[in-house]
């Protein structure tokens, strides 16, 4: 899988996010409600149109995560183990 931290959408626009799509990988986007560099519109259009991409909004946060980085990092480690039950699934006990 992919995770990316508030790409910066309202600088490059989604082109170059648009270009992991072929690559069919779990991505998982993480972005505060207030984050003016990654705005929740412009993520949650993308998510529309791109089956493999997750995305997940920290209530309250801008771009730097500040006073937000324990949710940040909920948000991730919940995906991560979702990521890797998906994973250990499809190759049996052994992992």
């Not at 490059?12 to 984050?35: H, I, N, Q, S």
């Not at 771009?63 to 949710?71: A, I, Q, V």
């Amino acid at each position: 899988g992919l995770l990316l931290i508030a790409p910066a959408l309202a600088m490059t626009g989604d082109e170059p996010l648009r270009a992991l799509e072929p690559l069919r990988l779990p991505v998982l986007v993480v972005a505060g409600d207030r984050d003016e560099y990654c705005p929740v519109p412009r993520l949650e259009a993308l998510a529309r149109q791109w089956p493999t991409l997750d995305v997940r909004i920290i209530p309250g946060a801008n771009h730097f995560f500040f006073g937000k980085l324990y949710p940040l990092g909920e948000a991730v480690a919940a995906w991560v183990g979702r990521l890797e039950a998906r994973q250990a699934g499809g190759r049996g006990a052994a992992g």
